[in-house]
């Protein structure tokens, strides 16, 4: 089995393409599902999500105008299954007046009875959806977990169990002994920047999903997971059931349920760590959720956004990035004194080799940061203590 995807675009000067529909093979049945829905309903869905794409001929040139392009566009078979009350409706889509310029097609959609094994395959297509939908909840909740302290970070990488031993250790440390090692804000990059970190995500989800009674068994000849969902054949037949609606991708959390070492009482705030995990054909993708991911409640999703303006974290959130992307480029300050964290003791200056005369007076300076990856990428602008 392997990911399919189709782009659509212009093939020659002589034929185009013109589909919304792009993440399906032409030949399927296209299944789409409702919680609960009318059969008008159902049929605007099917009008919006699969209407016909088209091929247009321009002429030998490409130069040919609009008006006297001449398209053509196949039938497409589709179905809605209504989850609540079992009831499956099929579908015909196509186009008025073929061989006509674009503009005088017209969508006609005729109620389509689908033979029994179409039938059979999309009820236990989506019945596997499911059952795939819930697995993947099981295994998120499994491999979840929370932090408070840089030792039961370490033990979950190393898939240990806090000894007895480590937590005297750890309580017995000095607390003039400061290290962003029990940052909260720390501890989050570095879960989300580590491979170490991700490797193990990835051996904890692989050992979780086998425990799960997920199979395809004879229900299907084949099937493959593509960017429009679940396709499936069976007998020669071929059905797409569409996910749009369908959360079958699910979410593992990593609270460090500490606030920041050094965020002030106003900013005493959890970071959390989310990642998303998606079927695949190799098993299960997993991929950083940065609309969950957020350090003290700054979003990753918005701190990667280069269009918009920085957002201060922690000076030891600026240690975490540093050890894992280099020296980040800095702007001129941006700012004077912060309400949301205290500098980092013992360092007067995290990017400026000697302490500006702002600070000089009883004030830390704020600064742009901007990380790069080691492609030369970029990665993320925050504000910081300079």
Not at 83 to 103: C, E, I, M
């Amino acid at each position: 089995m392997k990911i399919h995807s189709l782009v659509i675009g212009l093939f020659s000067t002589t034929i185009m393409s013109l589909s919304p529909f792009v993440y399906a093979y032409d030949s399927d049945v296209l299944a789409f599902i409702c919680d609960s829905c009318s059969y008008d309903e159902a049929k605007e869905m099917v009008k919006s999500k699969a209407s016909p794409g088209s091929q247009c001929k321009t002429g030998d040139s490409g130069m040919t105008p609009v008006e006297e392009t001449l398209c053509y566009r196949e039938a497409v078979y589709s179905a809605v299954l209504n989850q609540s009350s079992g009831a499956l409706w099929g579908f015909r889509l196509s186009q008025s007046k073929q061989g006509d310029a674009t503009g005088a097609m017209k969508l006609q959609v005729e109620e389509h009875q689908h033979d029994q094994t179409i039938e059979e395959v999309i009820r236990n297509g989506v019945q596997y959806t499911q059952d795939l939908s819930a697995a993947l909840q099981n295994v998120a909740s499994e491999v979840s977990s929370s932090f408070s302290s840089s030792t039961e970070y370490e033990h979950w990488l190393s898939n240990q169990t806090e000894t007895k031993h480590s937590a005297i250790t750890q309580a017995n440390t000095s607390p003039s002994e400061f290290s962003c090692n029990e940052s909260s804000e720390y501890l989050a990059v570095k879960a989300i920047t580590s491979g170490e970190f991700r490797n193990r995500l990835r051996a904890k989800i692989n050992s979780a999903y086998s425990d799960e009674d997920i199979e395809l068994n004879g229900n299907f000849d084949d099937a493959e997971f593509t960017e429009f969902g679940l396709r499936l054949e069976k007998k020669g037949t071929r059905v797409s059931i569409n996910w749009d609606n369908q959360r079958v991708d699910k979410t593992p959390f990593f609270t460090f349920s500490n606030p920041d070492l050094l965020a002030t009482k106003n900013n005493q705030k959890i970071s959390q760590v989310a990642f998303r995990l998606s079927p695949s054909d190799n098993g299960t993708s997993i991929s950083l959720d940065g609309t969950k991911t957020h350090l003290s409640r700054k979003y990753w999703v918005d701190m990667k956004n280069p269009r918009l303006t920085p957002l201060e974290l922690s000076p030891c959130a600026v240690e975490a990035l540093s050890e894992v992307y280099g020296t980040a480029s800095v702007s001129a300050t941006i700012d004077n004194g912060s309400d949301n964290y205290n500098p980092m003791p013992g360092k007067e200056s995290l990017f400026l080799g000697e302490a500006p005369e702002e600070e000089s007076r009883g004030k830390k300076p704020l600064c742009e940061a901007h990380y790069s990856d080691r492609l030369g990428d970029y990665v993320i602008s925050i504000k910081t203590f300079c």
